[in-house]
């Protein structure tokens, strides 16, 4: 049986297999324009980055080359271009594996804080390039226990980190907070004063490929699916993520966890 590569004839395929089944023709059709959505979005963030690498290396190729200098700078840029490329790859790669639900949640109990330390100290010199003092509400010396996937989190708590500083202000300061909540539950709060979002656009802000300002994230390397990731891997743990915002004031990120159970023995 042939492959059809036609989108039209695929769809009419479908629809002839899926004839009186209306309800299932459309998902597929849901389905099909979310994937062209999609594609269109991912070779468009990909462009970008390509025709800065291709410009490089023909600028070299052109006589760049033979000038110290100038090679080693053309090269460097186009390291870096590759390295965001890289990075906007890993993230589509994850998000896709989050939307498909072809991930799977490996829950233990872990330490929030000391997670939230960890953070820090991976992302303070990225802090510290732009001014910005990452600050941990230290009331929390003693451990908290929460049951989660703890990479996942950790991805969650990075990204919420790296925004705050890509959009934050220098000299600005993102504070991360623990707070115990009833019902066995834990709110994270990340809370940053810089440039703050403005309200029409807060609705759509957990959107893949949403952003705000187009040209400053991409000056920042965002690969816009940041948040995106966030909220999958936050509803995937059944949890919620909310957001609260206001422009030139700043912003504050919050998601809750579940508390490890109470009868499982003390873990250090
Ligand atoms: P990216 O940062 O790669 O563009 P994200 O999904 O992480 O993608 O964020 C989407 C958009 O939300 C950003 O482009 C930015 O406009 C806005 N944003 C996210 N976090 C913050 C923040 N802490 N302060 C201000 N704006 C933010």
Request: charged share 30%; glycine share 8%; no cysteine.
């Amino acid at each position: 049986r042939p492959v059809t590569t036609d989108m039209k004839t695929l769809t009419e395929e479908i629809e002839k297999f899926a004839e009186g089944k209306k309800i299932e023709i459309d998902t597929l059709k849901i389905r099909e324009e979310y994937r062209k959505d999609f594609l269109g979005n991912v070779s468009h963030e990909l462009k970008t980055p390509l025709f800065t690498v291709q410009g490089y290396i023909l600028t070299l190729l052109d006589g760049a080359m033979k000038d110290k200098k100038l090679r080693e700078k053309y090269l460097q840029r186009a390291s870096k271009g590759v390295e965001r490329l890289i990075y906007i790859v890993k993230d589509l790669d994850l998000i896709t594996k989050l939307e498909v639900g072809g991930l799977k949640l490996e829950r233990t109990d872990f330490n929030i804080i000391e997670l939230i330390q960890n953070i820090f100290d991976l992302l303070e010199m990225k802090a510290a390039q732009k001014e910005i003092t990452l600050t941990f509400d230290m009331e929390y010396e003693n451990p908290i226990y929460v049951n989660a996937d703890r990479e996942k989190i950790q991805q969650v708590i990075s990204n919420l980190l790296v925004n705050s500083i890509k959009y934050g202000s220098p000299n600005g300061t993102t504070e991360v907070s623990v707070e115990n909540l009833i019902k066995n539950k834990v709110i994270v709060r990340v809370t940053d004063n810089g440039e703050g979002i403005p309200k029409q656009h807060i609705p759509r802000l957990f959107e893949r490929f949403y952003r705000v300002d187009q040209s400053g994230s991409r000056s920042e390397g965002g690969s816009g699916l940041g948040l995106a990731i966030v909220k999958h891997i936050i509803e995937a743990h059944g949890e919620k993520i909310y957001v609260e915002s206001e422009e030139g004031v700043g912003s504050e990120f919050s998601f809750t966890l579940e508390k490890r159970r109470t009868n499982l023995p003390e873990q250090h």
